[in-house]
């Protein structure tokens, strides 16, 4: 697509969204952030594609990897600063992939939002090193969790100021990257976001205190439609948040391990809640999950697990071992099936992020467990009921992947997978996205 029609599209998509007003004496409006749009292949480069063929005049590879799923293309962002991090990407009905993170340089740390067509090129990026106006000017904000609702970006997080952490929900314009920052709540930091099936946007984190408390509200633009708090449990945080019909689903940990648990609309009050996952010697307090996503009747959470096994010498001693796993639940809470994979001694791979794609596969992207460099990026899909399709890592495509964590997926409509990752290369870090073929 041309871009100054894409841009022209995007723009009368952006106005149909709600937008975010002023709420708690927050303030709200327009930022002076730093923003810029790509003119071509500026502030990006092509690192594949690879096994796919030839490329063609597009500089992109045929579909397709000899009949197994591979590794497409890899394209590296540098940003506006000396380093990024991605934290969440979604994938708008644009077709287009949004990006959120942070990135910093030796003076400053900022907010950071982009938007990739889906060939990877870069249409633009924004910043905010501050909100503006009112008492959270001058400190740092973050972009934890992104989702699009009815065309509009949204994006939340947290910012640190007056001494006290004050949760952050704003809208970013989908054809420019313009930032308006809205809804605050002070005492909260948000880490998830996600949409119903009418619409609205769930928002959900915790205050980050040592008795914490898990908080989920369900929003129409600015009016809060409902708003639960969970007694204090100690140490509860939220990564990710469903909606299935008149249900929210959250999945994170508490001291007793990873946590998943169910939400009913439209009262907010809890009516589920799981605790741990069912395995061989998991030890319960070790652990979380980070993503997750609905496929038919089943809900999928991510996560590791630390697990006791013996000592791989003697077959005496034990100790403790990482393992990435990957659960299904019931709409009840209860355990339907467990995948999990053995990590490295140094430290616990991780299952980051899930998708569910138009056909319903479930795909999980994270890292296998490394140190430094040498993270393995890993992909892999399973049907609703938890049968493995397939795995793409470091064993199955080759050491291109090397250095890099997956901790966003997207499946689009066209078929085509996409992972966010954040790569280490000597030291520094960038982030980068995946294409796989299939």
């Not at 590794?71 to 979604?90: F, K, P, Q």
């Not at 740390?109 to 990026?125: K, T």
């Not at 979380?288 to 697990?307: E, N």
């Not at 616990?348 to 990026?377: H, I, K, M, R, W």
Request: with cysteine; aromatic share 8%.
């Amino acid at each position: 697509m041309d871009r100054l029609v894409w841009l022209a599209w995007a723009a009368a998509v952006a106005g149909c969204g709600p937008t975010l007003g002023s709420q708690d004496g927050s303030g709200s409006g327009e930022s002076g952030a730093t923003s810029r749009a790509s003119t071509g292949s500026d502030g990006d480069s092509l690192d594949g594609p690879n096994e796919g063929g030839d490329a063609d005049e597009t500089g992109q590879a045929p579909r397709g990897c000899d009949g197994a799923p591979g590794v497409l293309s890899i394209r590296s962002y540098e940003g506006m600063a000396e380093r990024t991090v991605g934290r969440d990407m979604v994938r708008g009905a644009d077709g287009n992939l949004y990006v959120g993170g942070s990135m910093a340089d030796a003076r400053s740390m900022s907010l950071w939002l982009a938007a990739m067509d889906a060939e990877g090129e870069l249409l633009w990026e924004s910043a905010a090193e501050s909100v503006p106006g009112g008492n959270l000017s001058g400190s740092p904000p973050t972009a934890q969790a992104l989702a699009v609702v009815d065309g509009t970006l949204y994006f939340a997080g947290s910012v640190y100021a007056a001494n006290q952490i004050t949760g952050l929900l704003g809208n970013a314009d989908t054809a420019d990257g313009q930032l308006t920052f809205g809804v605050s709540r002070p005492g909260l930091r948000w880490s998830a976001l996600g949409a119903t099936e009418s619409h609205e946007l769930l928002v959900a984190g915790d205050n980050n205190e040592a008795a914490a408390q898990v908080r989920v509200e369900r929003l129409a633009g600015a009016s809060v439609l409902w708003s639960h708090v969970s007694p204090s449990g100690g140490l509860d945080e939220v990564a990710g948040v469903v909606a299935d019909g008149e249900q929210v689903y959250l999945a994170g940990r508490s001291m007793d391990g990873p946590w998943f648990g169910r939400y009913s609309d439209p009262d907010g009050a809890e009516s589920v809640s799981t605790l741990g996952v069912v395995g061989t010697n998991f030890e319960p307090e070790s652990g979380r999950f980070y993503g997750i996503t609905k496929s038919g009747a089943s809900l999928v959470a991510t996560g590791w697990v630390r697990q006791e096994k013996p000592d791989p010498e003697d077959g005496v001693g034990s100790y403790d071992f990482g393992e990435i796993v990957v659960v299904g639940f019931s709409s009840q809470g209860q355990q339907e099936w467990l995948w999990q994979r053995s990590a490295t001694v140094i430290r616990p791979g991780t299952a980051y992020a899930a998708a569910t794609g138009p056909d319903g596969t479930v795909y999980v992207t994270g890292d296998e467990g490394a140190f430094g460099d040498d993270d393995g990026l890993f992909v892999a899909a399973f049907t609703a009921g938890g049968e493995l399709l397939w795995i793409v890592d470091d064993d199955t495509v080759g050491d291109e992947i090397l250095g890099h964590t997956g901790v966003g997926i997207s499946s689009g409509a066209d078929g085509r997978l996409h992972v966010l990752t954040n790569r280490r290369v000597d030291g520094a870090e960038t982030t980068a996205i995946v294409e796989l073929c299939l």
